[in-house]
């Protein structure tokens, strides 16, 4: 079993900037695809970035080069770094773990990731 906590997420003015951190623990030992989610009322939630434990990316198109993510393996932490934000950003940030045994999925493969955090809240005005 792996526990996420995400934290980080805010209100923040367009075209600024927040830092997304998501702690893992339990069984974080092995080979991980981590990744952040994303979600609004109403709608499906969409991946936003993957990161493997060889440390490849992969973003969603709608990132267009704005977020990067990246992991602290001491610290066990998992970050969304997000500029040049816009309104349409507003949602509710998830970070997701699955294990892969050394791959990793695509941003879209939401539904294969069985590790969820709580959720941490963006605002962008």
């Known amino acids: 079993q792996v526990q996420l906590v995400e934290s980080g997420g805010g209100p923040v003015q367009g075209g600024g900037s927040l830092k997304l951190s998501c702690v893992a623990s339990?069984?974080?030992?092995?080979?991980?695809?981590m990744g952040w989610f994303r979600q609004v009322p109403g709608k499906e939630r969409e991946g936003v970035a993957t990161?493997?434990?060889?440390?490849?990316?992969e973003y969603a198109p709608f990132v267009a080069g704005r977020f990067t993510i990246s992991k602290d393996k001491d610290k066990n932490t998992l970050y969304l770094q997000m500029d040049s934000l816009k309104p349409e950003d507003t949602a509710m940030y998830y970070c997701?773990?699955?294990?892969?045994?050394?791959?990793?999925?695509?941003?879209?493969?939401?539904?294969?990731?069985?590790?969820w955090g709580q959720g941490t809240q963006v605002t962008v005005s």
């Open positions: 339990g069984d974080t030992d092995g080979s991980y695809c």
């Open positions: 997701a773990a699955e294990s892969t045994g050394g791959y990793c999925y695509t941003p879209s493969a939401v539904a294969d990731f069985g590790y």
């Open positions: 990161l493997d434990s060889d440390d490849s990316t």
